[in-house]
């Protein structure tokens, strides 16, 4: 009998920590005053994703590349929950490796509210370039070369495609061209958002 009880406590105990767990998840942000941040800033987090990243040795043989769109909540606490791919690369091994890589994040900076952190949900491309194996930075490319570029709705992240259909990604606050583009296409009312929730503008169709 008082086995029982125990086990009926243990399961009530239980069952309001999911629910306590799945209110937070339906109460969770989009846009706060203050967005969580990755431990060290957008710089820390580009870097971990290059170090992070084991490039799948069979994408590696065969030259195949692709970016994995990714959202997931960042709790009150700054643990990263509720990971899921919102774009595929098209490819499942890429698309594993970038759920992996978000997965095992370390704590974040939580987002806050009037001063109260919050859960948020966060957007998040991870760009796979046979490049980004060896820590290569790309130079920003001549307007001329560009044919379109998609930016996350917090203007941190932004992938560029170029006329010959390559993509690079860039550190928006890092790339001073790149925030200058961007400043002229917002003032020009260019830049719409997609159905990704990201915003993008074309500059050769």
């Known amino acids: 009998m008082l086995r029982l009880k125990s086990i009926k406590r243990n399961l009530a105990t239980l069952l309001l920590l999911v629910a306590a767990a799945t209110m937070q998840a339906q109460n969770k942000h989009t846009v706060v005053e203050q967005m969580p941040t990755f431990p060290g800033g957008n710089t820390a987090l580009i870097s971990y994703v290059n170090n992070e990243m084991n490039y799948p040795k069979d994408c590696m043989k065969n030259k195949i590349d692709g970016r994995v ?18 774009r595929s690369s098209g490819n499942r091994q890429l698309d594993n490796e970038a759920l992996r890589i978000v997965k095992q994040m370390p704590k974040w900076n939580p987002g806050k509210q009037d001063g109260k952190a919050v859960p948020v949900s966060y957007a998040l491309p ?6 980004n194996a060896s820590n290569r930075k790309f130079e920003f490319p001549s307007t001329s070369d560009i044919k379109h570029v998609e930016v996350d709705k917090y203007h941190d992240l932004a992938i560029v495609t170029l006329k010959s259909g390559k993509k690079q990604g860039f550190i928006v606050s890092e790339t001073p061209k790149l925030k200058k583009l961007i400043s002229k296409q917002e003032k020009e009312n260019n830049i719409t958002p997609n159905s990704q929730g990201y915003y993008d503008f074309f500059l050769q169709k």
């Open 126 to 131: 991870i760009v796979f370039k046979l490049n």
């Open 69 to 86: 769109s990714l959202n997931f909540l960042v709790t009150s606490q700054g643990d990263i929950r509720n990971v899921i791919i919102v």
